[in-house]
């Protein structure tokens, strides 16, 4: 380390959800050379903090030019599309919701084609959830169902359970009983305490068993009963049972899953204490659904259409691309990011794409402005995966700030007149 070299302390990473926020980060010529308590996924988050500052596809590269060029596009279109990826902050993500109202746009982000399922079954029954803190304090008994943390979220397991020394739980792995529970190919923990298994098959019985049980009813044959017995009694003796599912399943994810778990664990309210907790990916995503929820009442799948917020979850952005229905599309953040079979249904619409490495996706944009990444460029505000608010603050400039950005494309749009 050169001695003009700089650390930034206590650094916000949005690599996943967990978001952890004590990371100390090198900064040395310019450039991220270390991030010193991040995981491989963390590390490789931050890289080198280097970004591309080009505006690609305007008639010239004069960044006004080219939002005046977004804003007739976008304005032209008879129904347009403005779209969230990862690494925004919420201001951002405010900004470009901002823009939808405007624009009377359909306005979604990736919550509806990877997280949807767990946000409807919440909002049909209620959710029994928890702070990372409470889990890391309290949870004497932790059921991974269907995932292994250290795959996709590499330090839930050392910062919030089942390893580190909680308030109620002095001697930390020690008072705990972790339970795996394997559906098909999804495994939990290798070093859990106890291990069942069933097929993708199996599941619905077997959580339907489950919540039986815990009820003082016994349902389904005799080889489910038995595993369901095992896993009712554990969790019946817990003095706080938290289930940890993610949110995100690479698919086929069965249906159902997500509404019987928040069901199963508010069953486990009825005998003891017990919450979900539901793991999701990183960028900033539970801000996406935050912040829409904060500003339209809904947190995807909103259609301004009419000139009010309408929910629309079940014509999202798929269905209405594969349809046709969608004319223009301004995809806003890391559009890398963004589910492969939504870049495809974007390939013959007029897009334009402003977001950290724009300039490099692969996404079809006739116009591409760079920004900056959330935490790394920008400051501001992010939401962890159990909705708590972080501050990020930026610890390299910023090709551009892209809140300004959006604010700057709400003027130009404005400048051109109302859409009807």
């Given at each position: 380390?050169?001695?003009?070299?700089?650390?930034?302390?206590?650094?916000?990473?949005?690599?996943?959800?967990?978001?952890?926020?004590?990371?100390?980060?090198?900064?040395?010529?310019?450039?991220?050379?270390?991030?010193?308590?991040?995981?491989?996924?963390?590390?490789?988050?931050?890289?080198?903090?280097?970004?591309?500052?080009?505006?690609?596809?305007?008639?010239?590269?004069?960044?006004?030019?080219?939002?005046?060029?977004?804003?007739?596009?976008?304005?032209?279109?008879?129904?347009?599309?403005?779209?969230?990826?990862?690494?925004?902050?919420?201001?951002?993500?405010?900004?470009?919701?901002?823009?939808?109202?405007?624009?009377?746009?359909?306005?979604?982000?990736?919550?509806?084609s990877t997280a949807g399922e767990?946000?409807?079954?919440?909002?049909?029954?209620?959710?029994?959830?928890?702070?990372?803190?409470?889990?890391?304090?309290?949870?004497?008994?932790?059921?991974?169902?269907?995932?292994?943390?250290?795959?996709?979220?590499?330090?839930?397991?050392?910062?919030?359970?089942?390893?580190?020394?909680?308030?109620?739980?002095?001697?930390?792995?020690?008072?705990?009983?972790?339970?795996?529970?394997?559906?098909?190919?999804?495994?939990?923990?290798?070093?859990?305490?106890?291990?069942?298994?069933?097929?993708?098959?199996?599941?619905?019985?077997?959580?339907?068993?489950?919540?039986?049980?815990?009820?003082?009813?016994?349902?389904?044959?005799?080889?489910?009963?038995?595993?369901?017995?095992?896993?009712?009694?554990?969790?019946?003796?817990?003095?706080?049972?938290?289930?940890?599912?993610?949110?995100?399943?690479?698919?086929?994810?069965?249906?159902?899953?997500?509404?019987?778990?928040?069901?199963?664990?508010?069953?486990?309210?009825?005998?003891?204490?017990?919450?979900?907790?539901?793991?999701?990916?990183?960028?900033?995503?539970?801000?996406?659904?935050?912040?829409?929820?904060?500003q339209t009442g809904f947190p995807?799948?909103?259609?301004?259409?009419?000139?009010?917020?309408?929910?629309?979850?079940?014509?999202?952005?798929?269905?209405?691309?594969?349809?046709?229905?969608?004319?223009?599309?301004?995809?806003?953040?890391?559009?890398?990011?963004?589910?492969?079979?939504?870049?495809?249904?974007?390939?013959?619409?007029?897009?334009?794409?402003?977001?950290?490495?724009?300039?490099?996706?692969?996404?079809?944009?006739?116009?591409?402005?760079?920004?900056?990444?959330?935490?790394?460029?920008?400051?501001?505000?992010?939401?962890?995966?159990?909705?708590?608010?972080?501050?990020?603050?930026?610890?390299?400039?910023?090709?551009?700030?892209?809140?300004?950005?959006?604010?700057?494309?709400?003027?130009?749009?404005?400048?051109?007149?109302?859409?009807?």
């Open positions: 380390m050169s001695g003009a070299a700089r650390i930034e302390e206590n650094a916000t990473c949005l690599g996943c959800g967990c978001a952890c926020d004590d990371i100390a980060v090198v900064i040395d010529g310019g450039r991220i050379t270390e991030a010193r308590n991040a995981c491989a996924l963390g590390v490789r988050w931050f890289g080198d903090g280097s970004l591309p500052g080009a505006v690609l596809g305007g008639r010239t590269a004069a960044i006004e030019d080219a939002l005046g060029e977004i804003a007739t596009m976008l304005r032209a279109a008879r129904a347009p599309l403005v779209y969230l990826a990862p690494d925004l902050t919420s201001e951002a993500q405010r900004a470009a919701i901002a823009v939808a109202d405007q624009l009377r746009a359909f306005l979604d982000s990736f919550t509806s767990g946000i409807l079954a919440a909002q049909r029954r209620g959710r029994a959830s928890a702070t990372l803190g409470e889990i890391r304090n309290r949870a004497d008994v932790i059921v991974f169902w269907a995932v292994d943390p250290a795959a996709s979220y590499p330090r839930f397991q050392t910062r919030y359970a089942p390893i580190p020394v909680g308030i109620h739980l002095p001697n930390g792995r020690k008072d705990r009983t972790v339970i795996a529970v394997d559906v098909g190919g999804q495994r939990g923990p290798d070093d859990a305490d106890v291990r069942i298994q069933m097929t993708a098959e199996e599941e619905p019985l077997f959580l339907a068993s489950l919540r039986a049980s815990l009820a003082g009813r016994t349902v389904g044959d005799a080889p489910i009963v038995a595993r369901v017995t095992e896993l009712a009694t554990r969790l019946n003796r817990a003095k706080y049972a938290v289930i940890v599912t993610d949110a995100e399943s690479p698919p086929p994810v069965p249906n159902g899953r997500a509404d019987a778990l928040i069901a199963l664990s508010q069953s486990l309210n009825a005998t003891t204490r017990g919450s979900l907790c539901t793991l999701r990916a990183g960028g900033n995503r539970n801000g996406a659904d935050t912040t829409l929820t904060w995807m799948a909103v259609d301004f259409s009419r000139g009010v917020p309408r929910y629309q979850p079940e014509d999202a952005t798929l269905p209405r691309l594969a349809r046709g229905a969608i004319d223009a599309a301004l995809v806003v953040g890391a559009a890398s990011a963004i589910p492969e079979n939504v870049v495809k249904a974007l390939g013959g619409v007029r897009t334009a794409v402003i977001g950290p490495r724009a300039s490099e996706g692969a996404i079809s944009a006739s116009i591409r402005i760079d920004t900056g990444v959330a935490g790394i460029h920008e400051s501001g505000i992010a939401f962890r995966l159990d909705d708590l608010p972080l501050p990020l603050r930026a610890l390299l400039p910023t090709p551009r700030d892209t809140a300004s950005l959006l604010k700057a494309l709400g003027t130009a749009i404005a400048a051109q007149g109302a859409r009807a």
